[in-house]
C-alpha cells in the first residue's frame, strides 16, 4: 500500500505561480507512472502531467509550456511547478502513483483556485 500526500494548493491571481508536492510513503523509484490528474465539478478527471516507465513526460496540450513535472527519487516526492496560471486552471488537482493498470494509488487532492 502507498499513501500520497499533496501540498502546495492554494490561491493565487492569473499570471501567478504554485509548485505542487506529492510525497510518496514508500519508493516511487519503480513506479510505472506518476504524475497529476485535475478536476472540476462535472467533469471527468484528466491527466495534466505525468511520468511513465522510463522517466518520459507527458502533459496535458492545455498546460504544455506553462507547467513542468520533476521528481526527487531520494525524497520519494513529484513535484508540479505550475507558472502562468490561468482561470482555467482552477480544479482539485491530485496525485497518483501507479505500479502497474491494476494498482494505481491517489492523494487527497489539492485544491488550486486562480483568480482573475
Known amino acids: 500500500q502507498v499513501q500520497l500526500v499533496e501540498s502546495g494548493g492554494g490561491l493565487v491571481q492569473a499570471g501567478g505561480s504554485l509548485r505542487l508536492s506529492c510525497t510518496a510513503s514508500?519508493?516511487?523509484?519503480?513506479?510505472?507512472?506518476m504524475g497529476w490528474y485535475r478536476q472540476t465539478p462535472g467533469k471527468q478527471r484528466e491527466l495534466v502531467a505525468g511520468?511513465?516507465?522510463?522517466?518520459?513526460?507527458n502533459y496535458a496540450d492545455s498546460v504544455r509550456g506553462r507547467f513542468t513535472i520533476s521528481r526527487d527519487n531520494a525524497k520519494n516526492t513529484v513535484y508540479l511547478q505550475m507558472n502562468s496560471l490561468k482561470p482555467e486552471d482552477t480544479a482539485v488537482y491530485y496525485c497518483y502513483a501507479a505500479r502497474g493498470p491494476r494498482e494505481v494509488y491517489w492523494g487527497q487532492g489539492t485544491q488550486v483556485t486562480v483568480s482573475s
Open positions: 514508500g519508493s516511487i523509484f519503480s513506479m510505472a507512472g
Open positions: 511520468f511513465t516507465s522510463g522517466s518520459r513526460t
